[in-house]
């Protein structure tokens, strides 16, 4: 070990290996070549910081970038994966780590960077006591950088044993200001373990989970799985390494919030400050699908357009006082956007936030002259007004909580056109639940008659190609005289459940006509498997309603209307289905009758024993 390298160590209190005190540098190794390089780089601080933005998935915007660092070109420690390996190997990991902040941090300030910065940190360098006596802050301070706008990204490179000492270093720099996040969950040593005990404000997970999810299952349900704990651990989780626009839409889909990786900008010295026309379009579409989704599932579509207010806003160059002045003289104002020169969104501004702030003592005198954007949410919540209420009342309930009271910017083709507030989203939202409650089932809770109705119209107007399939339930009224209408009712709740869990939620829509029928109007394209898949489940389901003597007879002696004694047979299901092609019907009346009379022979068919009870009206198929 050299003496500079030996004098290093002793200055930041660092113990070295012990391999590198018992033994020299000179044995003709690679490792003096090496320890020469990274105390070069480090005397002459020859790192290099890159950005990397993390989006909104649901607006495009840039909430803040990660501080990524790089070695000289022509050096073998220019990958960070090399210059840490070294830099443990030589005792100088929190030198480095501390060099590398710093950087980070610099460059961050020269290229006046806005939202977060997410600062790579590992939990060895977060224990140091050298960087719990505020050395980084005091950097921090020095650049003008606020506690509040770094995020301390936990990376872990080996297991963290000290979960308790952890937690309170964690908590140290929670109280001066610091979010928290855990990068790479499901690739380090205990991340999950780290997440429950930290409760870290953010979470990032691994690539490995993103690339290909479109066409994996497993992968789906795993990000679904985080997604919905984070919601309940109130944190915000950031997808990394989506490359591609099949993965981007899958995630979309199923909610991430926050995204990251080459699709939508790749690490660089001087990185975007918004994402590009591509990303917009993207997000467009998806949440076109999603509003077609909602329509295929018998919701009312009712878009944010209807909620828009056109308000004033205001531009960058904007003062506070001048915003200020504009709340005073509309009150009614609730909050302003502030809007580029190309009419996009850069930010909104709170009444509440802003009064409260001029309220302090000299806030007005000191702030007053400076531009709004000082005092703006730089990721407010932005949506298009063709995105479906539901769909932004889920966007709203993913965003931090201020997001509600705040309200939201409305856009049409990513251009400002208004805002909208959480107050009349409740009020839409409250209204459309009642109207649906008043057509739907009571007992099942799905939609009646009504509705669907207004859906088998929507699919002839959209001219789309769909299968309605009329499921009824045989012997069903001798079960309820013998066993009681509360057991029938059981029967038909089952039913109802079995039949929504077999169909596809995303354009599968599934109707209670009365008593015990039903309509499922399928535009999956394996619709006949999964009537084939309902009438078997349910028909083995149906068993446990009966009793045991019941179900070993395969059926009971039962009055008929005439007064004989005959044998009937434990309740099956029957589906009649008729394929629907566009421009062939005009009417729901008439699909309901081609529909009535595929079921009936569906029955006829089931009562001789010449099929599963699936029957399917050929003629309308051809």
Same mark, same amino acid.
């Given at each position: ?26 044995n ?8 020469q390089?990274l ?44 210059l ?13 780590e ?19 910065l997410f ?15 505020g050395?980084?802050?005091?950097f921090?301070?020095?650049? =003008? $950088? /606020?506690?509040?706008?770094? &995020?301390?990204e !936990?990376?872990?490179?080996?297991? %963290? ?5 952890? #937690? ?31 409760m870290?404000?953010?979470v ?5 989970f993103?690339?290909?999810i ?48 080459y ?8 990185? =975007? $400050? /918004?994402?590009?026309?591509? &990303?917009?379009? !993207?997000?467009q579409t998806?949440? %076109?699908?999603?509003g077609?989704?909602? #329509? ?24 506070n ?31 509440y936030?802003?009064i ?8 007005r ?16 919540v932005?949506?298009d007004?063709?995105?479906?209420i ?21 856009t ?13 989203l ?36 959209e ?27 059981d029967?038909?709740e ?11 939620i ?15 109007l ?16 349910i ?33 099956s ?11 062939l ?6 699909i309901?009758t ?8 569906a029955?006829?068919?089931?009562q ?12 309308a198929?051809?």
């Open positions: 070990m050299s003496s500079l390298t030996q004098s290093i160590i002793n200055s930041e209190g660092i113990q070295p290996p012990a391999s590198l005190l018992s033994s020299g540098s000179g003709g190794t690679a490792f003096p070549s090496i320890e390089q105390l070069e780089i480090i005397r002459k601080r020859q790192l290099k910081a890159l950005f990397q933005p993390i989006m909104d998935m649901r607006n495009g915007n840039y909430i803040g970038y990660e501080g990524l660092i790089r070695g000289p070109s022509n050096s073998p420690l220019h990958t960070p994966i090399n840490f390996r070294a830099s443990a190997m030589y005792g100088l990991s929190n030198v480095v501390r060099l590398c902040r710093e950087v980070v941090m610099e460059s961050f300030c020269q290229l006046n960077l806005s939202g977060k600062l790579n940190v590992s939990p060895e360098c977060l224990l140091n006591a050298h960087f719990r006596e050395e980084t802050v005091a921090m301070q020095k650049m =003008g $950088i /606020a506690p509040e706008q770094v &995020i301390i !936990l990376t872990e490179h080996q297991p %963290t044993y000290d979960y308790t000492l952890l #937690r309170d270093a964690v908590l140290h720099y929670r109280k001066q200001g610091f979010q928290i996040a855990i990068d790479d969950l499901g690739e380090g040593f205990s991340s999950l373990r780290l997440w429950s005990e930290l870290p404000d953010y990032k997970m691994d690539m490995h993103s690339q290909g479109h066409q994996d299952k497993v992968k789906q349900h795993f990000v679904q799985t985080i997604q919905n704990l984070a919601k309940i651990a109130n944190c915000k989780v950031i997808v990394e390494g989506i490359e591609t626009e099949a993965d981007f839409a899958v995630l979309h889909d199923i909610g991430i919030p926050f995204g990251q990786g699709l939508i900008a790749r690490p660089a010295p001087l990185p =975007g $400050i /918004a994402s590009d026309d591509k &990303i917009h379009d !993207l997000i998806r949440m %076109t699908a999603s077609q989704r909602e #329509r295929r599932t018998g919701r009312h579509l009712v878009r944010a357009e209807k909620l828009l207010i056109r308000s004033p806003y205001v531009t960058p160059d904007t003062t006082d001048q915003v200020y002045g504009l709340m005073t003289r509309m009150p009614e104002l609730h909050a302003v956007p502030v809007i580029d020169t190309n009419r996009k969104p850069v930010g909104l501004i709170s009444r936030k802003l409260d702030f001029f309220s302090r003592l000299y806030s005198e000191l702030f007053g002259k400076r531009s709004c954007v000082q005092l703006m949410d730089e990721a407010p932005v949506v007004k063709d995105i479906s539901q769909s932004l009342s889920r966007v709203l309930a993913d965003s931090a909580q201020h997001h509600l009271s705040d309200g939201f910017i409305i049409e083709n990513g251009m400002y056109i208004g805002i909208g507030t959480g107050q009349d409740m009020r839409e939202m409250t209204e459309q639940q009642i109207n649906a409650a008043r057509y739907a089932n009571p007992l099942t809770l799905l939609p009646g008659n009504v509705a669907i109705n207004e859906e088998i119209d929507r699919l002839l107007a001219k789309v190609p769909f299968v309605a399939a009329y499921c009824d339930l045989d012997n069903f009224k001798p079960f309820n005289d013998r066993y009681g209408y509360s057991r029938g009712d029967i038909i089952y039913a109802g459940k079995m039949l929504q869990q077999a169909c596809n995303h354009c599968d829509f599934v109707g209670h006509i009365g008593g015990d029928d039903f309509l499922i399928f535009q999956s394209p394996d619709w006949q498997a999964r009537c084939e898949n309902i009438i078997s489940q028909n083995t389901g149906l068993q446990q309603f009966f009793t045991r003597e019941d179900r070993q007879n395969k059926g009971y002696l039962e009055e008929n209307r005439q007064g004989e004694r005959v044998f009937v047979h434990l309740v299901l029957s589906i009649g289905a008729v394929s629907i092609e566009p421009g019907i005009d009417s729901h009346a008439e309901s081609l529909a009535a009379s595929a079921k009936k022979m029955k006829k068919q089931a001789k024993g010449e099929g599963s009870g699936l029957f399917i009206d050929r003629r198929v051809e």
